[in-house]
């Protein structure tokens, strides 16, 4: 478990550093085929990755910042329950038939001589591994943590700029700043406390499939045990209904 749990953590890690290293904090970053510059605050724009359109959901411009933390926890806790739900059913099964849903397995490695790197995941999200949800979760360009957290870097970018209109006197400018300082600080915080919950989440997930084929199991013993229990007290019932003495027998021992 606590080999499975480190595995996670330094994937979530080296993901993250990856992607700061090649996300620039203006949402900005270059195509190394055409050179051009592909804005990531923007409504769409091309995937670096697969060259197909990507609308994140947190690009609306409709949406204000306070809106677009709560999509965010509420598409990554609808994300959740929908693999919980479909690890659940497929554990359930596999512990009735003995057979081991493929989907619930990492993918294998790209090669023998390089077994830390695996396949990529399915594109469909069919695959429920903890492996393969963390890797949706992180590194979905439409409503994953970090479309999440380029959207964050985006908005705090425009703070300055919206917080300036209409405001002329030294104390509008004043408590401007002050606002925009809190809305900063709030976007830092969120970008921090939004990994945290994502690791210890992803965390939870992998206990979770380890528990639930032994509370399963556990649960089939006691069924065992109690239709046991059950049979013995049948017989138990039928032993007592014999006469203590046979009629005309010469001993009550058997020879």
């Not at 360009?141 to 002329?168: H, W």
């Given at each position: 478990?606590?080999k499975?749990?480190?595995?996670?953590?330094?994937?979530?890690a080296?993901?993250?550093?990856l992607?700061?290293?090649?996300?620039a904090?203006?949402?900005?970053?270059q195509?190394?085929?055409?050179?051009?510059?592909?804005?990531?605050?923007?409504?769409?724009?091309?995937?670096?990755?697969t060259?197909?359109?990507?609308?994140?959901?947190?690009?609306?411009?409709?949406?204000?910042?306070?809106?677009?933390?709560?999509?965010y926890?509420?598409?990554?806790?609808?994300?959740?329950?929908?693999?919980?739900?479909?690890?659940?059913?497929?554990?359930?099964?596999?512990?009735?038939?003995?057979?081991?849903?493929?989907?619930?397995?990492a993918p294998?490695?790209?090669?023998?001589?390089?077994?830390?790197?695996?396949?990529?995941c399915?594109?469909?999200?069919?695959?429920?591994?903890?492996?393969?949800?963390?890797?949706?979760?992180?590194?979905d360009e439409?409503?994953?943590?970090?479309?999440?957290?380029?959207a964050?870097?985006?908005?705090?970018?425009?703070?300055?700029?919206?917080?300036?209109?209409?405001?002329?006197?030294?104390?509008?400018?004043?408590?401007?700043?002050?606002?925009?300082?809190?809305?900063?600080?709030a976007?830092?915080?969120?970008?921090?406390?939004?990994?945290?919950?994502?690791?210890?989440?992803?965390?939870?997930?992998?206990?979770?499939?380890?528990?639930?084929?032994?509370h399963?199991?556990?649960?089939?013993?006691?069924?065992?045990?109690?239709?046991?229990?059950?049979?013995?007290?049948?017989?138990?019932?039928?032993?007592?209904?014999?006469?203590s003495k046979?009629i005309?027998?010469?001993?009550?021992?058997?020879?």
């Amino acid at each position: 478990m606590k080999k499975h749990s480190l595995k996670i953590s330094l994937s979530l890690a080296a993901a993250f550093a990856l992607f700061m290293a090649v996300s620039a904090i203006t949402g900005y970053a270059q195509t190394p085929a055409a050179g051009k510059p592909v804005d990531f605050c923007a409504v769409e724009f091309k995937s670096l990755k697969t060259g197909k359109t990507i609308r994140p959901i947190f690009n609306d411009p409709a949406l204000d910042t306070e809106a677009v933390m709560v999509l965010y926890h509420k598409n990554i806790n609808t994300t959740f329950n929908q693999y919980i739900v479909k690890m659940i059913e497929a554990e359930s099964e596999a512990v009735k038939t003995g057979k081991i849903n493929p989907d619930g397995r990492a993918p294998a490695p790209v090669s023998a001589d390089n077994p830390q790197v695996l396949k990529d995941c399915p594109a469909d999200g069919s695959n429920f591994s903890t492996y393969c949800v963390a890797q949706r979760l992180l590194t979905d360009e439409t409503g994953g943590y970090f479309a999440y957290q380029r959207a964050l870097d985006c908005r705090r970018g425009q703070l300055f700029d919206s917080s300036q209109k209409g405001k002329d006197t030294y104390a509008s400018q004043g408590q401007a700043a002050l606002m925009m300082s809190a809305r900063l600080d709030a976007i830092a915080r969120e970008k921090t406390s939004a990994k945290r919950a994502l690791d210890q989440t992803l965390s939870a997930y992998n206990e979770l499939r380890t528990a639930w084929p032994m509370h399963k199991k556990y649960i089939q013993i006691y069924e065992s045990l109690i239709k046991y229990r059950d049979k013995m007290v049948e017989i138990r019932n039928q032993v007592e209904e014999f006469p203590s003495k046979f009629i005309d027998a010469s001993t009550t021992k058997c020879s």
